[in-house]
Protein backbone atom coordinates (compact mmCIF):
# COMPACT_ATOMS: atom_id res chain seq x y z
CA UNK A 1 0.00 0.00 0.00
CA UNK A 2 1.03 3.13 -0.94
CA UNK A 3 1.63 6.12 1.87
CA UNK A 4 -1.01 8.41 -0.67
CA UNK A 5 -3.46 5.34 0.15
CA UNK A 6 -2.18 3.98 3.40
CA UNK A 7 -3.30 7.98 4.93
CA UNK A 8 -6.77 7.47 2.61
CA UNK A 9 -7.05 3.88 4.62
CA UNK A 10 -6.56 5.61 8.04
CA UNK A 11 -9.06 8.34 7.03
CA UNK A 12 -11.43 6.44 6.39
CA UNK A 13 -10.45 2.92 9.05
CA UNK A 14 -12.65 5.07 11.75
CA UNK A 15 -16.11 3.47 9.99
CA UNK A 16 -14.69 0.10 10.85
CA UNK A 17 -17.27 -0.36 13.58
CA UNK A 18 -19.89 -0.12 10.70
CA UNK A 19 -18.46 -1.57 7.74
CA UNK A 20 -16.71 -4.62 7.15
CA UNK A 21 -12.88 -5.26 6.00
CA UNK A 22 -14.37 -5.77 2.25
CA UNK A 23 -16.55 -2.87 2.28
CA UNK A 24 -13.49 -0.83 3.48
CA UNK A 25 -10.95 -2.03 0.99
CA UNK A 26 -13.81 -1.18 -1.61
CA UNK A 27 -14.39 2.29 -0.38
CA UNK A 28 -10.52 2.66 -0.82
CA UNK A 29 -10.45 1.71 -3.84
CA UNK A 30 -13.31 4.24 -5.39
CA UNK A 31 -11.17 7.54 -3.94
CA UNK A 32 -9.23 7.50 -7.34
CA UNK A 33 -11.89 7.34 -9.26
CA UNK A 34 -13.30 10.56 -10.86
CA UNK A 35 -16.76 11.46 -9.53
CA UNK A 36 -19.23 10.84 -12.44
CA UNK A 37 -20.45 14.09 -13.79
CA UNK A 38 -24.62 14.41 -13.15
CA UNK A 39 -26.85 16.92 -14.60
CA UNK A 40 -30.63 17.87 -13.73
CA UNK A 41 -32.93 19.15 -16.23
CA UNK A 42 -34.96 22.50 -16.15
CA UNK A 43 -38.60 21.29 -16.94
CA UNK A 44 -39.51 25.39 -16.73
CA UNK A 45 -37.51 25.63 -19.95
CA UNK A 46 -37.43 22.16 -21.58
CA UNK A 47 -39.07 18.98 -22.13
CA UNK A 48 -36.24 16.79 -20.08
CA UNK A 49 -37.42 13.37 -22.57
CA UNK A 50 -36.41 15.67 -25.75
CA UNK A 51 -33.39 17.58 -24.27
CA UNK A 52 -31.65 14.69 -23.31
CA UNK A 53 -31.82 12.90 -26.60
CA UNK A 54 -30.87 16.24 -27.84
CA UNK A 55 -27.80 17.23 -25.95
CA UNK A 56 -26.38 13.80 -26.24
CA UNK A 57 -26.47 13.46 -29.84
CA UNK A 58 -25.45 17.26 -30.09
CA UNK A 59 -22.34 16.82 -27.65
CA UNK A 60 -21.45 13.40 -27.96
CA UNK A 61 -22.49 12.24 -24.62
CA UNK A 62 -23.19 8.76 -23.26
CA UNK A 63 -25.73 9.06 -20.59
CA UNK A 64 -27.72 6.56 -18.22
CA UNK A 65 -30.90 8.02 -16.30
CA UNK A 66 -31.10 8.33 -12.72
CA UNK A 67 -33.64 5.78 -11.49
CA UNK A 68 -35.17 8.30 -8.73
CA UNK A 69 -35.08 11.42 -10.52
CA UNK A 70 -36.82 11.56 -14.05
CA UNK A 71 -34.56 14.74 -15.03
CA UNK A 72 -31.42 13.57 -13.93
CA UNK A 73 -29.18 11.83 -15.77
CA UNK A 74 -25.27 10.64 -15.36
CA UNK A 75 -23.35 11.55 -17.94
CA UNK A 76 -20.93 8.46 -18.70
CA UNK A 77 -18.78 9.89 -21.71
CA UNK A 78 -18.58 13.29 -23.30
CA UNK A 79 -16.70 15.23 -26.37
CA UNK A 80 -18.04 18.56 -24.59
CA UNK A 81 -17.73 19.15 -21.17
CA UNK A 82 -21.51 19.58 -19.50
CA UNK A 83 -20.38 23.05 -18.17
CA UNK A 84 -19.21 24.22 -21.53
CA UNK A 85 -22.63 24.38 -23.91
CA UNK A 86 -24.92 27.37 -24.06
CA UNK A 87 -27.90 25.16 -22.74
CA UNK A 88 -26.11 25.22 -19.52
CA UNK A 89 -25.31 29.18 -19.52
CA UNK A 90 -29.04 29.63 -20.43
CA UNK A 91 -30.04 27.68 -16.95
CA UNK A 92 -31.61 24.85 -19.21
CA UNK A 93 -30.09 22.41 -16.63
CA UNK A 94 -27.72 21.95 -13.49
CA UNK A 95 -24.75 19.91 -12.90
CA UNK A 96 -25.12 17.79 -9.61
CA UNK A 97 -23.48 15.25 -8.11
CA UNK A 98 -26.36 12.39 -8.26
CA UNK A 99 -26.46 12.53 -4.62
CA UNK A 100 -27.55 15.35 -3.68
CA UNK A 101 -30.76 14.54 -5.93
CA UNK A 102 -31.66 12.34 -3.30
CA UNK A 103 -32.81 14.87 -0.98
CA UNK A 104 -35.48 16.80 -2.93
CA UNK A 105 -36.67 13.21 -4.58
CA UNK A 106 -38.05 12.08 -0.88
CA UNK A 107 -40.60 14.63 -1.02
CA UNK A 108 -44.37 13.71 -1.89
CA UNK A 109 -45.32 16.83 -3.05
CA UNK A 110 -49.51 16.85 -3.12
CA UNK A 111 -50.20 20.35 -2.01
CA UNK A 112 -51.37 22.18 -5.28
CA UNK A 113 -49.19 25.72 -3.73
CA UNK A 114 -46.87 24.41 -1.08
CA UNK A 115 -45.30 27.01 1.17
CA UNK A 116 -41.29 25.74 0.84
CA UNK A 117 -38.52 26.29 3.22
CA UNK A 118 -35.06 26.01 2.38
CA UNK A 119 -32.89 26.26 5.53
CA UNK A 120 -29.34 26.18 3.95
CA UNK A 121 -29.70 26.98 0.04
CA UNK A 122 -26.65 27.90 -1.13
CA UNK A 123 -25.41 27.52 -3.16
CA UNK A 124 -29.15 26.86 -4.80
CA UNK A 125 -28.66 23.55 -6.62
CA UNK A 126 -31.30 21.94 -4.40
CA UNK A 127 -33.71 24.73 -3.99
CA UNK A 128 -33.77 24.77 -7.88
CA UNK A 129 -35.26 21.03 -7.63
CA UNK A 130 -37.51 22.20 -5.07
CA UNK A 131 -38.93 24.65 -7.85
CA UNK A 132 -39.47 22.27 -10.52
CA UNK A 133 -40.55 19.60 -8.30
CA UNK A 134 -43.90 21.89 -7.70
CA UNK A 135 -42.98 23.49 -11.31
CA UNK A 136 -43.14 27.16 -10.11
CA UNK A 137 -46.51 26.68 -8.41
CA UNK A 138 -45.13 26.58 -4.89
CA UNK A 139 -42.97 29.19 -3.53
CA UNK A 140 -40.09 29.10 -1.72
CA UNK A 141 -38.24 30.92 0.81
CA UNK A 142 -34.49 30.12 0.02
CA UNK A 143 -32.30 30.98 2.84
CA UNK A 144 -28.60 30.66 3.67
CA UNK A 145 -27.00 31.91 7.12
CA UNK A 146 -23.65 33.36 5.79
CA UNK A 147 -24.06 36.59 3.71
CA UNK A 148 -20.80 35.57 1.29
CA UNK A 149 -22.79 32.51 -0.07
CA UNK A 150 -25.65 34.76 -1.05
CA UNK A 151 -24.37 36.07 -4.55
CA UNK A 152 -24.24 32.29 -5.72
CA UNK A 153 -27.54 31.66 -4.55
CA UNK A 154 -28.78 34.67 -6.35
CA UNK A 155 -27.29 33.69 -9.72
CA UNK A 156 -27.96 30.21 -9.53
CA UNK A 157 -31.80 30.75 -9.29
CA UNK A 158 -31.79 33.96 -11.37
CA UNK A 159 -30.40 31.75 -14.12
CA UNK A 160 -32.55 28.82 -13.65
CA UNK A 161 -35.55 30.86 -13.89
CA UNK A 162 -38.15 30.84 -11.33
CA UNK A 163 -40.31 33.21 -9.89
CA UNK A 164 -42.24 32.26 -6.93
CA UNK A 165 -38.88 32.33 -4.43
CA UNK A 166 -37.21 34.81 -2.29
CA UNK A 167 -33.81 34.27 -0.80
CA UNK A 168 -33.24 35.06 2.46
CA UNK A 169 -30.15 36.08 5.17
CA UNK A 170 -30.79 34.75 8.48
CA UNK A 171 -29.75 32.24 10.96
CA UNK A 172 -31.80 29.28 10.16
CA UNK A 173 -32.41 28.61 14.31
CA UNK A 174 -35.04 31.78 14.07
CA UNK A 175 -37.68 30.39 11.30
CA UNK A 176 -39.04 27.63 14.15
CA UNK A 177 -39.81 30.61 16.47
CA UNK A 178 -40.50 33.14 13.62
CA UNK A 179 -43.09 31.50 12.02
CA UNK A 180 -44.33 28.11 14.00
CA UNK A 181 -46.56 25.32 11.92
CA UNK A 182 -46.26 27.67 8.40
CA UNK A 183 -44.17 25.47 5.59
CA UNK A 184 -45.75 22.25 3.61
CA UNK A 185 -41.97 21.52 2.94
CA UNK A 186 -38.79 21.95 4.57
CA UNK A 187 -35.38 21.10 3.29
CA UNK A 188 -32.59 20.96 5.56
CA UNK A 189 -29.22 20.26 4.22
CA UNK A 190 -27.42 21.30 6.95
CA UNK A 191 -23.94 22.51 7.52
CA UNK A 192 -21.67 20.11 8.11
CA UNK A 193 -18.25 18.58 7.89
CA UNK A 194 -18.35 17.35 4.49
CA UNK A 195 -17.31 13.74 5.90
CA UNK A 196 -18.71 12.13 2.31
CA UNK A 197 -15.64 9.61 1.85
CA UNK A 198 -15.32 10.71 -2.12
CA UNK A 199 -13.04 12.96 -2.77
CA UNK A 200 -13.09 15.80 -5.78
CA UNK A 201 -10.63 18.06 -6.96
CA UNK A 202 -12.31 20.97 -4.93
CA UNK A 203 -13.07 19.03 -1.65
CA UNK A 204 -10.36 16.29 -1.48
CA UNK A 205 -10.81 14.36 1.38
CA UNK A 206 -9.59 15.73 4.87
CA UNK A 207 -9.16 14.66 8.81
CA UNK A 208 -12.33 15.58 10.81
CA UNK A 209 -12.02 15.72 14.57
CA UNK A 210 -14.24 14.58 16.81
CA UNK A 211 -14.38 18.37 18.75
CA UNK A 212 -15.65 19.81 15.46
CA UNK A 213 -18.37 16.88 15.08
CA UNK A 214 -19.31 17.10 17.90
CA UNK A 215 -19.49 21.38 17.26
CA UNK A 216 -21.66 20.90 13.73
CA UNK A 217 -23.96 18.25 16.09
CA UNK A 218 -24.87 21.22 18.49
CA UNK A 219 -25.88 23.88 15.57
CA UNK A 220 -27.57 20.77 13.55
CA UNK A 221 -29.61 20.09 16.48
CA UNK A 222 -31.28 23.74 16.85
CA UNK A 223 -31.28 23.63 13.04
CA UNK A 224 -33.70 20.33 12.78
CA UNK A 225 -35.51 21.51 15.69
CA UNK A 226 -36.20 25.08 14.31
CA UNK A 227 -37.44 23.83 11.52
CA UNK A 228 -39.81 20.86 13.06
CA UNK A 229 -41.44 24.00 14.98
CA UNK A 230 -41.73 25.44 11.60
CA UNK A 231 -43.58 22.95 9.66
CA UNK A 232 -47.50 22.09 9.64
CA UNK A 233 -48.27 19.16 11.29
CA UNK A 234 -48.51 16.74 8.60
CA UNK A 235 -45.82 18.57 6.39
CA UNK A 236 -42.54 16.42 5.65
CA UNK A 237 -38.92 17.85 6.59
CA UNK A 238 -36.21 15.82 5.01
CA UNK A 239 -32.85 16.16 6.95
CA UNK A 240 -29.28 15.70 4.84
CA UNK A 241 -26.06 16.06 5.21
CA UNK A 242 -23.04 15.41 2.71
CA UNK A 243 -21.17 13.66 5.55
CA UNK A 244 -22.10 10.30 6.48
CA UNK A 245 -20.19 10.99 9.98
CA UNK A 246 -23.15 8.94 12.31
CA UNK A 247 -22.38 12.01 14.74
CA UNK A 248 -23.71 14.68 12.66
CA UNK A 249 -26.48 11.93 11.08
CA UNK A 250 -28.37 9.36 13.15
CA UNK A 251 -27.03 10.93 16.35
CA UNK A 252 -28.85 14.70 15.78
CA UNK A 253 -32.06 12.86 14.13
CA UNK A 254 -31.90 10.65 17.26
CA UNK A 255 -31.40 13.47 19.96
CA UNK A 256 -34.93 15.63 18.11
CA UNK A 257 -36.84 12.28 18.27
CA UNK A 258 -36.52 11.88 21.52
CA UNK A 259 -36.32 15.28 22.87
CA UNK A 260 -40.43 15.57 20.81
CA UNK A 261 -41.66 12.12 21.45
CA UNK A 262 -44.90 11.31 19.85
CA UNK A 263 -44.74 14.79 17.54
CA UNK A 264 -42.21 13.20 14.39
CA UNK A 265 -42.37 9.91 12.58
CA UNK A 266 -39.56 8.51 10.32
CA UNK A 267 -41.22 8.00 6.72
CA UNK A 268 -39.70 4.68 5.44
CA UNK A 269 -38.89 5.62 1.83
CA UNK A 270 -36.31 2.87 1.66
CA UNK A 271 -37.86 0.58 -1.61
CA UNK A 272 -37.64 3.63 -3.87
CA UNK A 273 -34.33 4.02 -2.91
CA UNK A 274 -32.86 0.01 -2.90
CA UNK A 275 -29.16 1.26 -4.01
CA UNK A 276 -29.02 3.03 -0.05
CA UNK A 277 -28.14 1.54 2.79
CA UNK A 278 -30.38 1.76 5.86
CA UNK A 279 -29.59 4.37 8.63
CA UNK A 280 -27.74 3.00 11.75
CA UNK A 281 -29.59 1.75 15.21
CA UNK A 282 -26.25 1.94 17.29
CA UNK A 283 -23.42 3.23 17.05
CA UNK A 284 -19.95 2.91 19.39
CA UNK A 285 -22.07 2.54 22.52
CA UNK A 286 -24.84 5.23 21.47
CA UNK A 287 -28.61 3.24 21.04
CA UNK A 288 -30.31 5.19 18.17
CA UNK A 289 -34.35 4.81 17.74
CA UNK A 290 -35.37 2.13 15.67
CA UNK A 291 -37.09 3.88 13.37
CA UNK A 292 -33.76 4.97 11.87
CA UNK A 293 -33.23 2.32 10.43
CA UNK A 294 -35.97 4.05 7.74
CA UNK A 295 -33.31 6.45 6.93
CA UNK A 296 -30.75 6.15 3.76
CA UNK A 297 -27.06 6.12 3.71
CA UNK A 298 -25.39 6.94 0.69
CA UNK A 299 -22.30 4.75 0.77
CA UNK A 300 -19.59 5.74 -2.44
CA UNK A 301 -18.77 1.95 -2.50
CA UNK A 302 -21.70 1.02 -3.11
CA UNK A 303 -23.72 3.45 -5.69
CA UNK A 304 -20.63 5.36 -7.32
CA UNK A 305 -21.37 8.84 -6.04
CA UNK A 306 -20.50 10.99 -3.13
CA UNK A 307 -21.56 10.01 0.32
CA UNK A 308 -24.71 10.71 1.83
CA UNK A 309 -26.99 10.68 4.59
CA UNK A 310 -30.72 11.76 3.61
CA UNK A 311 -34.45 11.12 6.07
CA UNK A 312 -37.65 12.01 5.61
CA UNK A 313 -39.57 13.35 8.63
CA UNK A 314 -43.50 13.70 9.07
CA UNK A 315 -44.54 16.16 11.73
CA UNK A 316 -47.58 14.62 13.62
CA UNK A 317 -48.45 16.88 16.73
CA UNK A 318 -47.45 20.42 17.54
CA UNK A 319 -44.11 21.29 18.80
CA UNK A 320 -43.85 23.54 21.29
CA UNK A 321 -42.50 27.26 20.03
CA UNK A 322 -41.59 30.34 21.98
CA UNK A 323 -43.45 32.60 18.94
CA UNK A 324 -41.05 35.83 18.43
CA UNK A 325 -41.40 38.64 15.34
CA UNK A 326 -39.24 37.83 13.32
CA UNK A 327 -37.21 41.06 11.35
CA UNK A 328 -39.92 43.49 9.55
CA UNK A 329 -39.59 46.06 7.03
CA UNK A 330 -42.05 48.28 5.51
CA UNK A 331 -42.79 47.11 2.27
CA UNK A 332 -42.93 50.42 0.66
CA UNK A 333 -39.08 50.97 1.45
CA UNK A 334 -38.14 48.58 -1.72
CA UNK A 335 -39.71 51.23 -3.52
CA UNK A 336 -41.76 48.32 -5.48
CA UNK A 337 -45.10 49.58 -6.46
CA UNK A 338 -47.61 47.47 -8.50
CA UNK A 339 -48.01 49.05 -12.15
CA UNK A 340 -51.25 51.15 -13.08
CA UNK A 341 -53.60 49.18 -14.45
CA UNK A 342 -53.15 51.38 -18.05
CA UNK A 343 -49.43 50.93 -18.32
CA UNK A 344 -49.64 47.31 -17.63
CA UNK A 345 -52.28 46.67 -20.47
CA UNK A 346 -49.79 48.84 -22.61
CA UNK A 347 -46.80 46.46 -21.71
CA UNK A 348 -48.53 43.43 -21.82
CA UNK A 349 -50.11 44.36 -25.15
CA UNK A 350 -46.28 44.76 -26.35
CA UNK A 351 -45.22 41.53 -25.32
CA UNK A 352 -48.40 39.85 -27.12
CA UNK A 353 -47.45 41.44 -30.10
CA UNK A 354 -43.80 41.08 -30.32
CA UNK A 355 -43.23 37.88 -28.95
CA UNK A 356 -46.99 35.71 -29.16
CA UNK A 357 -46.81 35.85 -25.39
CA UNK A 358 -49.81 36.10 -23.07
CA UNK A 359 -48.51 37.58 -19.86
CA UNK A 360 -51.68 37.83 -18.43
CA UNK A 361 -51.88 33.98 -18.44
CA UNK A 362 -48.71 33.40 -17.40
CA UNK A 363 -49.29 36.03 -13.94
CA UNK A 364 -52.69 34.08 -13.35
CA UNK A 365 -51.27 30.04 -13.62
CA UNK A 366 -48.40 31.36 -11.59
CA UNK A 367 -50.31 33.81 -9.00
CA UNK A 368 -47.84 36.83 -9.61
CA UNK A 369 -48.25 40.34 -9.73
CA UNK A 370 -46.39 43.25 -11.58
CA UNK A 371 -44.54 45.92 -9.54
CA UNK A 372 -42.27 48.47 -10.69
CA UNK A 373 -39.06 50.15 -9.22
CA UNK A 374 -38.56 53.76 -11.50
CA UNK A 375 -38.80 52.32 -14.66
CA UNK A 376 -37.84 48.47 -13.96
CA UNK A 377 -40.38 46.03 -14.09
CA UNK A 378 -40.62 42.73 -11.62
CA UNK A 379 -42.75 39.45 -10.92
CA UNK A 380 -43.63 38.85 -7.84
CA UNK A 381 -44.89 36.51 -6.13
CA UNK A 382 -48.90 36.66 -4.58
CA UNK A 383 -47.60 34.16 -1.87
CA UNK A 384 -45.22 36.59 -0.44
CA UNK A 385 -47.45 39.23 -0.86
CA UNK A 386 -49.64 37.62 1.03
CA UNK A 387 -48.09 35.59 3.58
CA UNK A 388 -44.26 37.22 4.24
CA UNK A 389 -44.69 40.72 3.18
CA UNK A 390 -43.35 42.53 6.24
CA UNK A 391 -39.89 40.04 5.42
CA UNK A 392 -36.83 41.84 3.96
CA UNK A 393 -35.37 39.62 1.56
CA UNK A 394 -32.33 39.73 -0.74
CA UNK A 395 -33.64 38.94 -3.87
CA UNK A 396 -37.42 38.18 -5.46
CA UNK A 397 -39.16 37.39 -8.07
CA UNK A 398 -37.44 37.85 -11.51
CA UNK A 399 -36.76 41.29 -12.95
CA UNK A 400 -39.25 41.71 -16.44
CA UNK A 401 -37.44 44.03 -18.03
CA UNK A 402 -37.94 47.72 -18.37
CA UNK A 403 -40.18 50.33 -19.19
CA UNK A 404 -38.55 53.89 -21.03
CA UNK A 405 -40.42 56.34 -22.76
CA UNK A 406 -43.53 53.93 -23.74
CA UNK A 407 -41.40 50.73 -24.92
CA UNK A 408 -40.73 47.21 -22.53
CA UNK A 409 -37.34 46.14 -23.19
CA UNK A 410 -37.37 42.24 -21.88
CA UNK A 411 -35.00 41.18 -19.32
CA UNK A 412 -32.02 38.37 -19.99
CA UNK A 413 -33.98 36.54 -17.21
CA UNK A 414 -37.78 36.98 -19.18
CA UNK A 415 -35.99 35.87 -22.79
CA UNK A 416 -34.56 32.57 -21.00
CA UNK A 417 -37.67 31.68 -19.00
CA UNK A 418 -40.03 32.07 -21.55
CA UNK A 419 -38.16 32.34 -25.33
CA UNK A 420 -39.52 29.15 -25.83
CA UNK A 421 -42.58 30.14 -25.82
CA UNK A 422 -42.68 33.04 -27.86
CA UNK A 423 -44.28 32.56 -31.48
CA UNK A 424 -42.83 35.65 -32.52
CA UNK A 425 -39.77 38.69 -32.35
CA UNK A 426 -37.24 35.95 -33.28
CA UNK A 427 -34.13 36.10 -35.46
CA UNK A 428 -32.20 33.12 -36.59
CA UNK A 429 -28.49 32.68 -36.88
CA UNK A 430 -26.65 31.22 -39.53
CA UNK A 431 -24.27 28.23 -38.03
CA UNK A 432 -21.16 29.88 -38.77
CA UNK A 433 -22.92 32.86 -37.00
CA UNK A 434 -23.93 30.64 -33.86
CA UNK A 435 -20.17 29.92 -32.85
CA UNK A 436 -19.42 33.88 -32.95
CA UNK A 437 -22.68 34.55 -30.52
CA UNK A 438 -22.13 32.21 -28.02
CA UNK A 439 -18.64 33.78 -27.96
CA UNK A 440 -20.61 37.38 -26.88
CA UNK A 441 -19.58 38.36 -30.89
CA UNK A 442 -22.07 40.80 -32.24
CA UNK A 443 -23.20 39.73 -35.66
CA UNK A 444 -22.89 41.66 -38.69
CA UNK A 445 -25.54 42.27 -41.44
CA UNK A 446 -28.04 40.04 -40.06
CA UNK A 447 -29.72 38.08 -42.05
CA UNK A 448 -33.45 39.38 -41.93
CA UNK A 449 -35.93 41.48 -43.62
CA UNK A 450 -37.09 43.74 -40.15
CA UNK A 451 -36.17 46.92 -40.85
CA UNK A 452 -33.61 47.51 -37.71
CA UNK A 453 -35.11 49.72 -34.71
CA UNK A 454 -33.30 48.60 -31.72
CA UNK A 455 -36.31 46.43 -31.43
CA UNK A 456 -35.53 42.96 -28.96
CA UNK A 457 -35.23 39.30 -30.50
CA UNK A 458 -34.82 36.24 -29.25
CA UNK A 459 -31.85 34.54 -31.24
CA UNK A 460 -32.41 31.07 -32.16
CA UNK A 461 -30.80 28.48 -34.33
CA UNK A 462 -32.05 26.31 -37.27
CA UNK A 463 -32.79 23.76 -34.00
CA UNK A 464 -34.62 26.67 -32.13
CA UNK A 465 -32.48 26.65 -29.39
CA UNK A 466 -32.86 29.44 -27.23
CA UNK A 467 -29.50 31.45 -27.58
CA UNK A 468 -30.74 34.58 -25.96
CA UNK A 469 -31.62 38.24 -26.66
CA UNK A 470 -30.29 40.48 -29.22
CA UNK A 471 -30.59 43.98 -30.25
CA UNK A 472 -31.66 44.64 -33.90
CA UNK A 473 -29.53 47.92 -35.17
CA UNK A 474 -28.61 49.04 -38.31
CA UNK A 475 -25.86 46.79 -39.58
CA UNK A 476 -25.60 44.29 -36.61
CA UNK A 477 -27.78 42.46 -34.11
CA UNK A 478 -25.93 43.59 -30.76
CA UNK A 479 -25.28 40.34 -28.50
CA UNK A 480 -27.23 40.85 -24.99
CA UNK A 481 -26.44 38.01 -23.46
CA UNK A 482 -25.26 38.82 -20.04
CA UNK A 483 -21.57 39.02 -19.86
CA UNK A 484 -21.43 36.19 -16.99
CA UNK A 485 -23.21 34.12 -19.40
CA UNK A 486 -20.65 34.37 -22.13
Not at 4 to 28: G, P, V, W
Not at 270 to 287: D, I, R, V, Y
Request: charged share 20%; proline share 6%; hydrophobic share 35%.
Amino acid sequence: MTKEKHRLYESISRFKDILNEDDLQRLLAVQSLPLPTGIRLNTLKVDPDEAIQTLASRYGWVTQPVPFCDTGWTIIESDTSPGMTIEHRMGQYYIQDVASMVPVSLFDVQTNHPLILDMAASPGGKTTHLINRTQDQGFVIANDASQSRIPALRSVLAAWGGINQIVTNYLGEAFGDWFPETFDLILLDAPCSMENLRPTPNHPLRDTTGDERLRLQERQILLLTSGLKALKIGGQLVYATCSLAPEEDEAVVDTVLKANANAVQIKDISELFSFSAPGLTNFKQQQFDPQMIKALRLWPHLIGTSGFFCVLLIKTNTIPSTKKAPPSRDFSRTDLSLVEEEIKKEIFDQIYNRYGLNLIEILDNFSLECFRRYDQLFLIPQSYLQRFMSLPYEYIGMPLGRWFEGTFEPSHDFISRFGHRFTQGLIQLKEDQVVQWIQGRDIRYPDTELHPTGQYLLAKDKEGRNLGMGKLLPKRLRNMLPRQSI
